[in-house]
């Protein structure tokens, strides 16, 4: 073989020389160097001297003298080291020299500058020192010393700074305050104006300042315009600006000042006149305004319309009302005022709504406030009972048991006190007329996601609670184990939780489409199965998560969740099931073509109303050329619902009128009726009429739609508006007080008189002006709200008469705990019975007075004389004690729970310390320490707690009884199953754990774990499955490996139809078989087996066939046959190839420092990559 012939060589092209200092990459970029270097030169008429002063080693120098007596150095290092060494080489060595200049005297501060640094930057700038001359001395000339080239610099450079300030002067104007606010102009314009160029600069003293003096300093011209200016505005207003005083409630101040002064502005800005306002802790009423003649009216009116233009009240109403004013994320208050851009309402702690807006939609709100509240008040009520800690939890129940049980029954919501208040306080709040739109549900939401709906120490469920007060949400114990979550109380508002629990669902878990299924109750036992067998099996094809409401639950429908494709599937499963086990009928009823349009707008909410009327049948849409209603259900319910569809669309297919009357949302159920009886009262006379009321969570949740014949509902119409106008639809009095009580009344935030007017029918109640030296207040309202708060105020006014103080001793160590949670407390005894209580102060020192007490532990009580030894007995119940209970070691674990949950939860519920003893210590006994009731409640909780654990414990022993039983292993996989499909169904089915040998076992022993009963029914299932496996026909047949993957195909699929078709057991053989071609066949029928052997056989030599073909499968033969071939193949000569040249030309080397070329002394080019590095170089 001729390499040259065989392998031609390419035509050769010329080769750029490139230049062997210089790389193909480019020259590398130069990184900057830390150090620097500066070159001196001296000439030798410069030179101080010929000596040099010895190099101090901070920076190196290099030093070099001409013949001509001249010195040049160089300086290398650091730039802040060179800078130095070459101020201090320039002083030393260059011939020094003295300048002096005269500057005036008030120009030698810009020269020195802030603690010297000008003088500092100069004399380091020019290497000069520079002498400034004393305060006493009288000269005015500054003196410079250093090289004469540099003290020249420095003269030129400090006369300039003289120059530059000899055009700058100041100016100070003595001006009465009162003249400042025009000098500066409204919004300080005129101040912005005169400085916006920066040529000048104007400092006016801020109103706390005790100055005079204002200050103008810039150009002189600039200084001198400025200044002639204030002083034309200063005279022009001195002698024209008259003042006037008008009187301002302080409540309506601010609307006056604005936000941020900017009303007082405004009216400067219009009017040219200042306003002066008190300061907020002045209270006088007198504001002033100062301005021209003309002008002062106009500011005056300004200031009226300002002060009037917002006003606030408020209203009294009880605390529990506010709820239900507010409603369900404010939805109730939304619909009273749809549009309050400038109202303002705040539901205080006080009992009292305090409204703040323009004069006119004050009043319309607090009419429209005041007729809810007497609306509400008509409906329900609320009573307050006081009930002992101690026995609030046996009120409450287990997991609330009691008190559900006492809400169901009487139909009222019982709200407990929070713990940690220690309140007595039971508030139950009674519906006069019995709600009928109560309801139960139950929402699954699995466990994990329990604590986001919870929230932070409850913090999340508290507030949907508060947002929805007619709602109890029942959320399982994490040690029950259950994904239920059961919603009960007002049908909208339960409706409405569910719809945010849902949400709240679908955002933890993605992707999860939900449907429901509309299944009759009667018929839920059909969908769950025995054993829940049914239901289970739809869950397992389906993949989907299938909740079935509970027995007890009003609801009908099933909820299936999981991918909308096999949602779908489930949903019909579960509805194919339902039609097989009833007489449940499907009906299409078509929608006219004239009633299309009609239906389109309003269809779905009358099929609703239909659907509430007809009970139990269900209706959908189904859109196919026409559109459809599908109604299904019994069969007698879905005639009715029939009939009762086409006369709507009757009705809608002829000419019909449809009309909209608006009502407050609150107004609906007297419309509706008890049990909508106003409404079918209405149908009865007008046939052809439906009333669609909106639901709350609408848009438009305030407008009510009629249906109907033009005639019919245009009276309808008139019905229901004077109905909401019926709806729709005040004595003065004194009372004599002592002014000494007054302040008793308003102290606090007029925490007493609010009191007062939110438990009389939010009776107005003024006191007198202090200017006015009255005992006389008056009291407007209804008769009897007057009444009861005279007779009220008289009774507070003969507590506060009878008041007595009494004194007694706490340790002040247990302080802490008694004022805890901000002293919630002391706080709730003090108005329960109406005194104050007094502790020490924090600094206090144990000192004993001279009846013997430490006054550190002195506590005071001041009421009247009834009420404070209660008060007394009360909050020396709340020292805390220390309690001791003995619980079983073996208990401890289980009481402090997974990560001390446990305990924590103790602690937390009963606000108790729980100590318990350390493993070490060997020790039963668990100490608790809190308030007397609390600890004796939390001790309850334990032993309940312990017996439960105990319960465990038996049962957890009833389940470890376990069986070993001999499987021999070639049947392991058998149970096993696919993926432990068969093992698991097992473990289900008998609820036992099975447990297979694992390396190092014994390894034909299965144990069986579990209930005794359990564990042998499971082990007889086993004995008749193996039992079953070796009554079977087995043969074995030895199969290539190469064709077992073919034989297995893609997940074992073609192996299971084999397996299927034949009704037969195919047993591969393991990694660790000695015959990896062995290969077992298993079945009950002899001739299955030999069927699917010969099956196999000929699919086996297909393949191998095919692989031959391919040329991917060797007989052994063939094999020798290829080894011995490539044994004596001939080897190949070849001629002419480059590594067998001789000539460099032909075959350049590829080194540039061959040997070669060092040889011949030629020198070698780099090539585009650079010269390689010599191996031996250092």
């Not at 005040?730 to 008793?744: N, S, W």
Request: glycine share 6%.
């Amino acid at each position: 073989m001729d390499y040259s012939t065989d392998f031609p060589s390419l035509p050769t092209a010329s080769t750029k020389t490139v230049n062997s200092g210089q790389s193909a990459w480019g020259k590398q970029p130069a990184l900057k160097s830390t150090l620097v270097t500066e070159f001196i030169k001296l000439s030798a008429n410069e030179r101080a001297a010929r000596g040099f002063s010895k190099n101090d080693g901070s920076v190196p120098n290099e030093t070099k003298k001409s013949k001509d007596g001249s010195l040049s150095i160089m300086i290398t290092g650091k730039q802040k080291s060179v800078t130095e060494a070459q101020g201090r080489l320039i002083r030393e060595l260059q011939t020094q020299g003295a300048r002096e200049i005269k500057i005036p005297k008030e120009h030698y501060g810009f020269i020195i500058g802030k603690e010297g640094s000008i003088l500092k930057k100069l004399e380091n700038e020019f290497y000069c020192r520079i002498f400034m001359p004393n305060k006493e001395d009288n000269k005015d000339f500054i003196k410079i010393t250093g090289p004469g080239n540099y003290a020249d610099a420095c003269a030129e450079k400090i006369l300039s700074i003289s120059s530059e300030r000899s055009k700058q002067t100041s100016e100070n104007l003595e001006i009465e305050k009162q003249y400042y606010p025009w000098i500066r102009g409204a919004y300080n314009s005129n101040i912005e104006r005169w400085t916006e160029n920066g040529t000048v600069k104007v400092n006016i003293p801020p109103p706390n300042v005790d100055s005079n003096k204002i200050n103008v300093t810039g150009e002189k011209e600039a200084v001198i315009k400025v200044v002639n200016e204030i002083k034309k505005i200063y005279n022009e207003k001195r002698e024209k600006v008259k003042t006037v005083t008008t009187k301002i409630p302080r409540s309506q101040r601010r609307f006056v000042l604005g936000n941020k002064g900017s009303g007082i502005q405004d009216i400067l800005k219009n009017t040219d006149c200042v306003i002066e306002v008190p300061a907020e802790d002045d209270e006088s009423e007198n504001i002033t305004i100062h301005g021209t003649e003309d002008k002062i009216i106009e500011a005056l009116s300004a200031v009226y319309t300002r002060a009037t233009s917002i006003i606030s009240t408020e209203i009294k109403a009880a605390q529990w009302l506010h709820k239900y004013l507010i409603g369900p994320k404010g939805a109730t208050l939304q619909n009273l005022f749809p549009a309050r851009e400038k109202l303002k309402i705040e539901f205080n702690e006080n009992s009292t709504i305090f409204l703040e807006g323009p004069p006119q939609e004050v009043s319309n709100a607090k009419q429209v406030l005041n007729d809810e509240i007497e609306k509400l008040l008509s409906t329900m009520d609320s009573q307050t009972i006081k009930v002992p800690i101690t026995y609030h939890r046996h009120l409450v129940g287990k997991a609330g048991a009691n008190i559900t049980k006492l809400r169901d029954e009487f139909d009222v919501n019982v709200v407990m006190p929070n713990e940690n208040t220690n309140s007595e306080d039971i508030v139950v709040e009674e519906v006069v007329k019995k709600m009928e739109n109560e309801k139960s549900r139950d929402i699954i939401i699995e466990q994990r996601f329990h604590k986001n709906i919870i929230g932070n120490k409850g913090e999340s469920i508290n507030k949907l609670r508060q947002q929805y007060p007619s709602v109890s949400i029942g959320v399982p114990d994490a040690s029950s184990k259950s994904d239920i979550i059961n919603i009960r109380g007002n049908k909208n508002e339960v409706d409405k939780v569910y719809a945010y629990l849902s949400k709240l669902q679908k955002e933890l878990i993605e992707s999860n489409y939900q449907e429901s299924v509309p299944i009759f109750k009667e018929f839920h036992k059909h969908i769950i199965g025995k054993g829940g067998l049914t239901i289970n099996k739809i869950r397992d094809e389906t993949s989907t998560r299938i909740d079935i409401p509970l027995d007890g639950s009003s609801d009908d429908k099933i909820v299936v969740t999981g991918k909308k494709e096999n949602v779908k599937k489930a949903v019909d499963l579960l509805t194919k099931i339902q039609n097989e086990q009833s007489n449940i009928i499907s009906v299409k009823v078509p929608i006219p073509p004239k009633a299309a349009t009609r239906f389109a707008y309003t269809g779905r909410r009358l099929l609703t109303d239909i659907e509430k009327e007809c009970e139990n049948v269900f209706f959908s849409l189904q859109k196919e050329n026409n559109e459809k209603i599908v109604i299904r259900g019994p069969k007698e319910y879905v005639g009715k619902a029939e009939k009762l569809v086409n006369e709507l669309l009757n009705t809608l297919n002829e000419q019909t009128e449809e009309a909209i009357v608006k009502a407050q949302p609150s107004f609906h159920k007297f419309l509706i009726g008890k049990a909508g009886g106003k409404v079918k009262k209405i149908r009865e006379n007008y046939s052809t009429v439906r009333i669609l009321f909106p639901d709350e969570k609408d848009e438009k949740a305030d407008v009510i739609q009629i249906v109907g014949k033009k005639d019919e509902v245009e009276s309808v119409k008139k019905i229901l508006e004077q109905q909401i106008e019926e709806l729709k639809q005040t004595v003065e009095d004194t009372i004599d007080i002592d002014r000494i009580y007054h302040k008793h009344f308003v102290a606090k935030g007029s925490e007493v008189l609010k009191e007062i007017q939110s438990s009389n029918g939010n009776v107005q109640i003024y006191f007198p002006k202090i200017s006015e030296q009255s005992n006389i207040i008056t009291l407007k309202g209804s008769k009897d709200c007057v009444e009861s708060a005279k007779a009220r105020m008289e009774e507070i006014v003969e507590d506060l008469k009878a008041q007595v103080t009494i004194e007694f001793e706490i340790d002040n160590k247990y302080f802490r705990s008694i004022l805890a949670n901000r002293g919630a407390a002391i706080h709730d005894i003090s108005k329960q019975y109406n005194v104050r209580i007094k502790f020490p102060e924090r600094n206090a020192v144990d000192e004993v007075n001279k009846d013997g007490k430490n006054l550190a532990n002195i506590i005071t009580i001041t009421g009247n004389s009834a009420k404070v030894d209660d008060a007394k007995n009360d909050l020396l119940a709340l020292v805390p004690v220390t309690k001791e209970v003995n619980i079983l070691r073996e208990h401890h674990r289980s009481l402090i729970g997974r990560g001390g949950e446990g305990i924590r939860s103790l602690q937390q519920t009963y606000n108790v310390n729980v100590s318990i003893p350390q493993e070490v210590d060997q020790s039963d006994v668990v100490v608790i320490s809190g308030i007397a009731t609390k600890v004796d409640a939390c001790i309850k909780d334990i032993e309940e707690r312990i017996k439960e654990f105990e319960k465990i414990a038996a049962d957890r022993q009833l389940r470890s009884y376990k069986v070993s039983i001999t499987v021999p292993s070639k049947y392991h996989q058998k149970l096993i199953g696919r993926r432990g499909a068969a093992v698991n169904d097992m473990r289900n089915k008998f609820d036992v754990q099975i447990s297979f040998p694992k390396d190092g076992d014994t390894p034909d022993i299965v144990t069986i774990t579990g209930y005794e009963k359990n564990v042998h029914e499971c082990k007889k299932e086993i004995e008749n499955i193996i039992a079953e496996l070796e009554s079977m026909f087995s043969q074995e047949i030895e199969l290539d490996p190469k064709f077992h993957p073919r034989m297995i195909g893609t997940g074992g699929r073609s192996l299971k139809k084999m397996c299927d078709e034949y009704k037969v057991d195919i047993r591969m053989p393991s990694k660790t078989d000695e015959n990896p071609s062995l290969v077992v066949v298993s079945g009950k029928n002899e001739e299955d087996v030999f069927s699917c052997i010969e099956q196999l056989k000929i699919q086996e030599e297909d393949y191998i066939e095919l692989l031959i073909e391919r040329g991917q499968y060797y007989t052994p033969t063939q094999t020798q046959s290829v080894q011995k071939t490539s044994s004596s193949s001939r080897s190949v000569q070849i001629t002419g190839a480059p590594w067998q040249m001789d000539n460099e030309e032909q075959f350049p080397s590829m080194s540039s420092n061959s040997q070669t070329s060092n040889i011949t002394g030629t020198p070698a080019l780099s090539g585009v990559w650079g010269a390689r590095l010599s191996r031996t170089s250092c």
